[in-house]
T-cell receptor, first 112, second 112 residues
């Protein structure tokens, strides 16, 4: 299906484990983003990518790693999960600076 | 640092009313502003995108205005329906095009 898809939709992991959240878009958009949404903090930018092999930190990057070897994929890895990383994670994409951003359905991550 | 505020945080109206949601931002150096809707447990759906050079955008029963110099945007919803019940988020894109900063949202309930 066309669009932006995230997997898994739900994930429970243990403290200290590595976990990767996947994001795939079919539009060949240049820009891709990872946000986390928390009560009291709203949506905050973790990392973004302007093109394949180009990534940069957002507002809250600590504890996360991203890569973008292909335009359509932008995985987010929690190297050693902590309880404070329990959140809903959203991936988004945008073709250019003057175009709409489109969001995936989110991944609800619980770290126990 | 850009700060985006949405007032009111919650709003309950009877079906058929016209309503206005407000969004304000502290730094007027923005590239564009985007309005989203989010249903419970779902991702964000793009409603309208206003470029910094534009004053307003319309889509169906929705009209968004932008006053960049005063740091304000409004989303006008005409003839509200129960299906409009959702959280509405505004977000501003910085001039570098790499950070979309979100407001805390307005939770709207339209009663039949």
């Amino acid at each position: 299906d066309a669009g932006i898809t995230q997997s898994p939709r739900y994930k429970i992991t243990e403290t200290g484990r590595q976990v990767t959240l996947m994001c795939h878009q079919t539009w060949s958009h240049s820009y891709m983003f990872w946000y986390r949404q928390d009560l009291g903090h709203g949506l905050r930018l973790i990392y973004y990518s302007a093109a394949a092999d180009i990534t940069d930190k957002g507002e809250v990057p600590d504890g996360y790693v991203v890569s973008r070897s292909k335009t359509e994929n932008f995985p987010l890895t929690l190297e050693s999960a902590t309880r404070s990383q329990t959140s809903v994670y959203f991936c988004a994409s945008r073709q250019g600076i003057n175009t709409e951003a489109f969001f995936g359905q989110g991944t609800r991550l619980t770290v126990v | 640092k850009q700060e985006v505020t949405q007032i009111p945080a919650a709003l309950s109206v009877p079906e058929g009313e016209n309503l206005v949601l407000n969004c304000s931002f502290t730094d007027s150096a923005i590239y564009n502003l985007q309005w989203f809707r989010q249903d419970p447990g779902k991702g964000l759906t793009s409603l309208l995108l206003i470029q910094s050079s534009q004053r307003e955008q319309t889509s169906g029963r929705l009209n968004a205005s932008l006053d960049k110099s005063s740091g304000r945007s409004t989303l006008y919803i005409a003839a509200s329906q129960p299906g409009d019940s959702a959280t509405y988020l505004c977000a501003v894109l910085n001039n570098a095009g790499n950070m979309l900063t979100f407001g805390g949202g307005t939770r709207l309930m339209v009663k039949p």
